[in-house]
Nanobody, 126 residues
Framework: QVQLVESGGGLVQAGTSLRLRCAAS????????MGWFRQAPGKEREVVAR????????AYADSVKGRFTIYRDEAKNTGYQQMNSLKPEDTAVYYC???????????????????WGQGTQVTVSS
């Protein structure tokens, strides 16, 4: 079972950038589709971005398209999400997750993902 640990969150001003990191252990992250989700207070967990096992296919929520970039480094067994031009509405707890091929459908439903990190808080002030 792969274990995931996020880092890189923090309190930043609107318009600035953060890079979230998802370090995997006890398994190879490249065996899974990886996704970044976020959950704001009182809201459902939503997919932000996802990347295929090969890294060749990525997809983004409309709200972050053009501002966020998901990528992975197989050598480091780590996934990343570069977040630029942050907005106050990006404030949330961000989670990375890994989906095995057998459970993957659309890639947008949290239930498709088998392994989750503990989350990292991102707060964007105006």
């Amino acid at each position: 079972q792969v274990q995931l640990v996020e880092s890189g969150g923090g309190l930043v001003q609107a318009g600035t950038s953060l890079r979230l990191r998802c370090a995997a252990s006890r398994g190879s992250l490249s065996s899974y589709t990886m996704g970044w989700f976020r959950q704001a207070p009182g809201k459902e967990r939503e997919v932000v971005a996802r990347i295929s096992r090969s890294g060749g296919i990525t997809a983004y929520a409309d709200s972050v398209k053009g501002r966020f970039t998901i990528y992975r480094d197989e050598a480091k067994n780590t996934g990343y999400q570069q977040m630029n031009s942050l907005k106050p509405e990006d404030t949330a707890v961000y989670y990375c997750a890994a989906a095995a091929a057998y459970s993957l459908r659309s890639g947008t439903n949290p239930t498709e993902y088998n392994y989750w990190g503990q989350g990292t808080q991102v707060t964007v002030s105006s």
